[in-house]
């Protein structure tokens, strides 16, 4: 699986939009983009994925680029309980590859009042 | 809620002693993950069950096995622990079904070991 490298913290005023980038230049075709987070000691949380084109559900919106070598995942408006260690993972396309996800350090995110 | 239970949430032992951490996936979800988090490693793949037969193995220790029953719950069993055992370990379900493409995982809420 392609190797992803993100800031290591960020802040983000209550209200605004969090924009959390990351680098996966050496992505594949067929890897997948994945984003989950984790709010203090709690299991992971998944939040989006997307392969190429720019995908938006409930919790956030994924911006994919052109190249497919970075992305940014969007928190429309940042509330504290979005404060967490946020992953981006790159991964083969799940059923014929090994499924497993393979953290990194993360970008801490803290939402500040 | 992911739907995704692990018992127990906290579990106290000394060195050299075996558990049990057991995980119960999601409604129809047919594979299971388990993943162990330490201050110093993260989070770390150990291993993947689908449907009853181990599917993917990660940085696993030899006195770590797990193993998937016929209603899909899974064991993870640590024996002979040491210090360095003591960390979270999470569970995590997908569907896991042929073609599906990205299989989103879900996680539990965590089994917290400490071994003294």
């Known amino acids: 699986d392609a190797k992803t490298t993100q800031p290591t913290s960020m802040d983000c005023a209550e209200g605004r939009a969090a924009n959390l980038p990351c680098n996966h230049s050496t992505i594949s075709g067929n890897e997948y983009v994945y984003w989950y987070r984790q709010i203090h000691s709690q299991g992971p949380q998944y939040i989006i994925h997307g392969l190429k084109n720019n995908e938006t559900n409930e919790m956030a919106s994924l911006i994919i680029t052109e190249d497919r070598k970075s992305s940014t995942l969007i928190l429309p408006h940042a509330t504290l309980r979005d404060t967490a260690v946020y992953y981006c993972?790159?991964?083969?396309?799940?059923?014929?590859?090994?499924?497993?996800?393979?953290f990194g350090t993360g970008t801490r995110l803290t939402i500040i009042p | 809620d992911s739907g995704v239970t692990q018992t127990p949430k906290h579990l106290i032992t000394a060195t050299g002693q075996r558990v049990t951490l057991r995980c119960s996936p999601r409604s129809g979800d047919l594979s299971v993950y388990w993943y162990q988090q330490s201050l110093d490693q993260g989070l770390q793949f150990l291993i993947q069950y689908y449907n009853g037969e181990e599917r993917a193995k990660g940085n696993i220790l030899e006195r770590f096995s797990a193993q998937q029953f016929p209603d899909l719950h899974s064991e993870l069993n640590l024996s002979s622990l040491e210090l360095g055992d003591s960390a979270l370990y999470f569970c995590?379900?997908?569907?896991?079904?042929?073609?599906?493409?990205?299989?989103?995982?879900?996680f539990g809420p965590g089994t917290r070991l400490t071994v003294l």
């Open positions: 995590a379900s997908s569907a896991g079904t042929s073609g599906s493409g990205a299989n989103e995982q879900f």
């Open positions: 993972i790159v991964r083969v396309s799940g059923w014929f590859g090994n499924e497993k996800l393979t």
